[in-house]
């Protein structure tokens, strides 16, 4: 996000650059105040972060991932702990080898999460804070029966009722951890008939369950409140995703 805001800062700039040099003549009608509004307007436009995956520890934390940072939040509290953002590295997430971020995580309720990164995952103890050995593996039909997708899962969140929500791109898998398989009848397409008030049909980016009915869906720089038993995203969103919807985030 922060190399995001320096892309845009700089077209910024590039922009108010050319309008002087190609208006010589009415720039000086410019003034400083609204190029002033004008670089905040552009700089402001996203109003958000990017989650680009998340997940409920089950300790009352649960932890969001920007590109090599992540940030532990607390859930009761609904703030951000201190000392956040931390880098994605050998020291905070041992046994991880992806320094430069994670496709997806979930909380599998065993005590192990599955991380995700292109064509690989990781089965990650909570307890021992640490990758079980032997991971990372590759994503296949023997790892993940009924999942068809070899690369790059976007997202994945645990219900609470013995599934696994899997998605990519405009899909998504309903995972049986039981039966350890797809349940059959998948991948299907996000819709507004498979998950009504979600508005984003070509993908998401990360999903967390928060453990009091809500799931938390994240897209862009912004994301949904979705109500579990009444099957749809709660009214008012999407929202932001900023420091007053998330107090403390900073990546
Ligand atoms: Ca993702």
Redesign the pocket.
């Known amino acids: 996000m922060k190399r995001y805001c320096g892309t845009r800062l700089f077209f910024t700039f590039a922009f108010l650059f050319t309008l002087f040099t190609l208006t010589p003549n009415t720039s000086h009608a410019l003034k400083m105040d609204d190029v002033s509004n004008l670089i905040n307007s552009l700089a402001d436009t996203s109003g958000g972060f990017n989650v ?2 998340a997940s409920n520890w089950g300790n009352n934390k649960a932890y969001l991932f920007n590109g090599d940072l992540y940030s532990r939040f607390n859930i009761r509290a609904d703030r951000t702990d201190s000392g956040y953002p931390k880098y994605l590295d050998q020291n905070t997430w041992p046994g991880v080898p992806w320094t430069d971020g994670v ?2 995580i979930v909380n599998w309720g065993n005590g192990k999460a599955y991380l995700f990164k292109d064509n690989q995952y990781i089965r990650y103890d909570i307890r021992a804070d640490r990758a079980d050995p032997g991971y990372p593996k590759y994503i296949s039909q023997n790892t993940w029966p009924g999942v068809p997708w070899r690369y790059g899962i ?2 994945a969140v645990n219900w609470g009722n013995g599934k696994v929500y899997l998605f990519k791109g405009n899909q998504y898998i309903r995972y049986d951890i039981r039966a350890d398989r797809a349940d059959p009848g998948y991948p299907k397409y996000i819709s507004q008939n498979t998950w009504p008030g979600v508005p984003w049909r070509n993908g998401i ?2 999903a967390v369950n928060w453990g009091n009915g809500k799931v938390y869906i994240f897209k862009g720089d912004q994301y949904i409140r979705y109500d579990i038993r009444s099957d749809r995203a709660d009214p008012g969103y999407p929202k932001y995703i900023d420091q007053n919807s998330w107090p403390g985030l900073s990546f």
Do not use: E, G
Request: avoid cysteine.
């Open positions: 680009d995956a496709d997806a976007d997202a980016d990360a």
